[in-house]
């Protein structure tokens, strides 16, 4: 069957070894998985998420930093089975919910797993947003946490640094889909159960474009949960990129943290210390 899951409509007929964009066949390839204590405090909670981390990605971010399994491909294979039984051994392990990073290019295998086990705790579709309405909608069902990136306003830094000069327009569809099909809701313990949480990252020399994204964020989200990030930290090819090749100063960082609290957004702002690659997982070979 030819893959159009993703906005880039390879076409690719992956089950007979053709790779479109992503870099992978239809087979299911994992690079990690574990207790992951560095979400969003209603994400991790006490004992961790069950994160789970997919090989390949629908972008092509030079300053990505799970580089080593989203552009180099690193990860192991595993059955729809197999994966059914991780999601098993992490609620064994204490998990507070399963957290699916980058998902949507093995999206159909996914809903097969847990189809074959649901976990009674909250499933995390954790992704770039770089996403089609259809796929959002095929998994909302299966899903109980939205969890996508907004990286980009502007089409030029899209394209400069992801390959993807349509990310916005995308992205934002795919979001206001996420917002309308998921309602927050929240444990006496603050433990997040259902709803969406939008990301965003401060990138170098890019403030105002991070402007614009919480600008658009609180027209059109304004109950979502907002996650500022300023762990940027210069990975893989951004030492190409002037701009980016560097981690954001005390006063972009406060630039746009006084236009989050100003719009009067809700929910998490990470400190400038967040900036260090010791927060990268080590991936399988």
């Known amino acids: 069957m030819k893959c159009n899951l993703c906005p880039r ?15 992978m066949p239809s087979q ?9 204590n560095f979400e969003e405090p209603c994400i991790s909670l006490n004992k961790g998420s069950g994160a789970i981390f997919f090989s390949g ?9 799970n580089y080593e399994i989203s552009a180099l491909k690193n990860g192991k294979t595993i059955t729809t089975k197999e994966l059914a039984d991780i999601f098993k051994q992490l609620e064994d392990m204490g998990a507070e919910n399963i957290n699916l990073v980058t998902p949507m290019h093995f999206a159909t295998s996914i809903v097969e797993a847990i189809k074959i086990y649901r976990p009674k705790i909250p499933i995390i579709y954790n992704t770039n947003a770089y996403e089609t309405e259809s ?12 969890l996508p990136d907004l990286k980009y306003y502007s089409p030029q830094l899209s394209l400069k640094f992801s390959n993807a000069k349509n990310y916005f327009e995308v992205a934002i569809k795919a979001i206001k889909k996420m917002y309308e099909l998921k309602t927050n ?11 969406i949480i939008i990301r965003h990252m401060i990138l170098p020399l890019c403030t105002e474009d991070s ?16 996650s500022l990030m300023a762990q940027y930290t210069p990975m893989f090819k951004a030492s190409s990129f002037k701009q980016i090749n ?40």
Do not use: H
Request: hydrophobic share 40%.
């Open 9 to 23: 409509k390879c076409n690719a007929d992956r089950e007979d070894g053709s790779l479109g964009f992503c870099g």
């Open 28 to 36: 299911i390839k994992v690079a990690k998985w574990g207790l992951f």
């Open 57 to 65: 990605c629908n972008l092509a971010c030079v300053f990505c930093q």
């Open 135 to 146: 796929v959002i909608e095929y998994v909302a069902p299966y899903v109980d946490i939205f």
């Open 185 to 195: 809701k929240f444990a006496p313990n603050g433990k997040m159960l259902e709803g």
């Open 211 to 226: 402007i614009k994204v919480l600008e658009t964020i609180k027209q059109y989200f304004p109950q979502a949960k907002v």
């Open 246 to 285: 560097r981690g954001i100063t005390k006063r972009e960082y406060e630039k746009v943290l006084n236009k989050y609290i100003e719009l009067g957004l809700d929910g998490y702002v990470q400190d400038l210390s967040s900036a260090s690659s010791c927060f990268t997982p080590k991936f399988i070979d």
